[in-house]
T-cell receptor, first 110, second 124 residues
């Protein structure tokens, strides 16, 4: 199985909004509502930001939101802050007890 | 304190073997499925393997199937990754990871808890 497709980079100025896409297929993103998003700062372990397509774990700011349409999931970061600069990864259940990650998007806060 | 602590990483020659361990604490380990996820230097995350909460079922990614084996000892609160026939492309930080929710079937909706990772380098 190929990795989910994410843009390599995204950027925005403080206070602005940015959306990161994650494109899969009808066998993974399009088939299941098990899409999650992770934030990873350099040298650190990933952090869960979104699960079940659009739910936020406790402690994640509501500036982070997500959705899914067909085979594409999206993460929106509103009111960009300096600390949002990180790598972001999407992940989807792909059936048959398999998980699939996206290639990652480097978010730069200008 | 809820945490996962990996160990066992190191440098190994191509074709060699290594066993990673992950010690869990601060939660009811036997109620959760567990994953291994890896990240090659400068690259993205790659899912490696999953094991059900009771060890009754496992699965692994195509890239490692037949070479890597995930197992667990619920009496020791530990999950393992036995890695054989290692290749240069297996060089990565290996993370032990726990899903958001406990119980049967709750393995794939999100990975909430991550270890600090252990580096495996396959090189001659």
């Amino acid at each position: 199985q190929s990795a989910l497709t994410q843009p390599p980079s995204a950027s925005g100025s403080p206070g602005q909004s940015v959306t990161i896409s994650c494109t899969g297929t009808s066998s993974d993103v399009g088939a299941y509502n098990y899409v999650s998003w992770y934030q990873q700062h350099p040298g650190k372990a990933p952090k869960l930001m979104i699960y079940d397509v659009s739910k936020r774990p406790s402690g994640v700011p509501d500036r982070f939101s997500a959705s899914k349409s067909g085979n594409t999931a999206s993460l929106k970061v509103s009111g960009l802050q300096a600390e949002d600069e990180a790598d972001y990864y999407c992940c989807s259940y792909a059936g048959s007890n398999n998980l699939l990650f996206g290639g990652g998007t480097k978010l730069t806060v200008l | 304190q809820v945490q996962l602590v990996e160990s066992g990483g190191g440098v190994v020659q191509p074709g060699g073997s290594l066993r990673l361990s992950c010690a869990a604490s601060g939660f009811i380990f036997s109620s959760y499925g567990m994953h291994w996820v890896r990240q090659a230097p400068g690259k993205g995350l790659e899912w490696v393997a999953v094991i059900w909460y009771d060890g009754s079922n496992t699965n692994s990614a195509d890239a490692v199937r037949g070479r890597f084996t995930i197992s667990r000892d619920n009496s020791q609160n530990t999950v393992y990754l036995e890695m054989n026939s290692l290749r240069a492309e297996d060089t990565a930080v290996y993370y032990c990871a726990r899903p958001l929710a406990w119980g049967s079937g709750n393995y794939y909706n999100g990975i909430m808890l991550w270890g600090q990772g252990t580096l495996v380098t396959v090189s001659s």
